[in-house]
């Protein structure tokens, strides 16, 4: 069984950055397709990012394409989301997910792990 879990989350202003991490524990984490999405209170869990298992192939929403960049270190065990210029409409609990399928699904269905969650704010 694979555990996530998430950190880097929390409070900054509108304009800012913070950079996410995903933790995954056991020896075959190079073996996992790894996506994030994120939930608002109120809105259906979306779908942020997604990364392929070498790292080699990275996927968007449109709404973070050129503030957010994804990226791994199989060697770390660790997934990154790097997120710059954030907007109040990134607040939300921000969750990293795992498959053992090849190809990166853009929907909380095509994942079979999930973490708990870390809460970014974005004040204006």
């Known amino acids: 069984q694979v555990q996530l879990v998430e950190s880097g989350g929390g409070l900054v202003q509108a304009g800012g950055s913070l950079r996410l991490f995903c933790a995954v524990s056991?020896?075959?984490?190079?073996?996992?397709?790894m996506g994030w999405f994120r939930q608002a209170p109120g809105k259906e869990r979306e779908f942020v990012a997604a990364i392929s298992r070498s790292g080699g192939s990275t996927y968007y929403a449109d709404s973070v394409k050129g503030r957010f960049t994804i990226s791994r270190d199989n060697a770390k065990n660790t997934m990154y989301l790097q997120m710059n210029s954030l907007k109040p409409e990134d607040t939300a609990v921000y969750c990293c997910?795992?498959?053992?399928?090849?190809?990166?699904?853009?929907?909380?269905?095509?994942?079979?792990?999930w973490g708990q969650g870390t809460q970014v704010t974005v004040s204006s």
């Open positions: 997910a795992a498959t053992r399928f090849g190809v990166a699904a853009l929907t909380p269905q095509g994942y079979d792990y």
């Open positions: 056991g020896r075959t984490f190079s073996t996992y397709t």
